[in-house]
């Protein structure tokens, strides 16, 4: 297995609030990795460090022979680290399937065609990429909506369009937000599969920040677990559930050690 993140004394604060304290954090080719940790632990600040969403005050994140540390957003999404929002941002009134062409729009490389052929070459490169985009839409299981206005589909359907989006993007590495954020059970368990899915088909690696355990403890390789802005535990999801540190971080000290990890295999 390969490295395909590395990140080293990453750190972030807001006025007094260390949201990211000195975080440590590698990942494989190919992992599905989890973080987790109590409400305003640092999850989503982490997620942000890494996406470009925030800059650190300190610390490196060393990716494909880059610190990307500060980039842009769009650059650090265009080297292949692809994300979900939480708030579901699309183009309402646009088709399933244009929602997603925009997505990847930058990939069509017009400015290297000669120009009269070019009408040509664009027509077909956007034919092969239509064909790419109806693949994966029959992959998250969207190929009967690719007409519909996004304003037509269920909360649902629209999360699984936010997903394709992000696949349409080609990315090494996916990193999924909240992805169980007010779903049914039924409607988690069918976003999980299809996230492991496309895990297959498109080889990639997944960061899955949740606050429902469940949906970690079932799904990934390994776990990080955050609190006040530290790491305080990594490992598989049975070393997590029974680490100590994790149990008082999440639910304090008052319960015991037992109905704690009840509630964590719950
Ligand atoms: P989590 O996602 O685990 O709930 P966050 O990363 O959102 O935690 O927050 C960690 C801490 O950092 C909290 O104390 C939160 O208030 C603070 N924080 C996060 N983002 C900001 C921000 N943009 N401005 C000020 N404080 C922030
Ligand atoms: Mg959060």
Redesign the pocket.
């Given at each position: 297995m390969t490295e395909i993140i590395k990140v080293t004394g990453l750190c972030k604060s807001?006025?007094g609030?260390h949201?990211a304290n000195n975080i440590d954090f590698s990942l494989q080719e190919g992992e599905v990795r989890g973080i987790i940790?109590?409400?305003?632990?640092?999850?989503?600040?982490?997620?942000?460090l890494l996406t470009g969403i925030?800059t650190p005050d300190e610390g490196t994140i060393i990716y494909d022979g880059h610190n990307i540390a500060g980039w842009e957003p769009h650059r650090i999404a265009s080297h292949g680290i692809a994300r979900t929002f939480q708030l579901l941002r699309m183009f309402t009134e646009m088709s399933v399937l244009d929602n997603l062409m925009i997505g990847c729009h930058c990939q069509v490389n017009y400015g290297a065609l000669s120009a009269p052929f070019a009408p040509l070459t664009i027509a077909r490169e956007e034919k092969v990429l239509r064909e790419e985009m109806m693949d994966i839409l029959q992959t998250i299981g969207l190929a009967d909506y690719a007409h519909v206005t996004a304003s037509e589909m269920s909360i649902g359907q629209r999360r699984l369009l936010a997903l394709g989006r992000a696949i349409a993007m080609k990315p090494r590495i996916l990193m999924l937000d909240e992805p169980a954020a007010g779903l049914s059970p039924v409607n988690v368990d069918n976003l999980m599969a299809i996230v492991m899915k496309l895990k297959d088909k498109y080889g990639l690696t997944l960061i899955i920040?949740e606050h429902i355990l469940k949906v970690v403890m079932e799904t990934c390789d390994r776990i990080s677990v955050?609190d006040h802005?530290e790491k305080i535990a990594e490992g598989s999801p049975d070393e997590v559930r029974d680490d100590h540190a994790v149990i008082e971080a999440y639910l304090g000290k008052e319960m015991a050690d037992d109905e704690v990890r009840q509630l964590l295999a719950s």
């Open positions: 807001f006025g609030v949201a940790g109590p409400n305003g632990s640092g999850k989503s600040t982490f997620f942000n925030y920040v955050l802005g």
